[in-house]
């Protein structure tokens, strides 16, 4: 797990309004089981936030397309980390 967080290069942060999702690619720090979002003073993101702070996030490296020799043969080799919290402002 924590190899995947400190070789990533992006960390997509999912959250939820009104039953709608939402999804956004960040950059990101980490430290001491804490990651930590750059942002804009403002903006739906943080709209969002504010209204439930009940997060995903997801990482992933090492993504690999594998060719087959059908459309449907194809796949796609990564290592990933999917986890659940709450965010904060």
């Not at 924590?2 to 009104?18: H, Y």
């Not at 997060?55 to 690999?64: A, R």
């Not at 459309?71 to 965010?87: D, H």
């Amino acid at each position: 797990i924590e190899d995947v967080i400190r070789n990533s290069l992006v960390c997509r942060l999912g959250m939820s309004r009104n039953d709608q999702p939402y999804v956004v690619p960040l950059c990101f720090a980490y430290n001491d089981n804490t990651l930590y979002f750059h942002s804009a003073g403002e903006g739906l993101k943080l709209e969002i936030l504010q209204q439930n702070p009940n997060v995903c996030v997801e990482f992933d490296i090492d993504q690999e397309v594998i060719q087959g020799d059908k459309p449907c043969k194809w796949g796609m080799k990564y290592r990933s980390v999917i986890g659940f919290g709450k965010g904060s402002l």
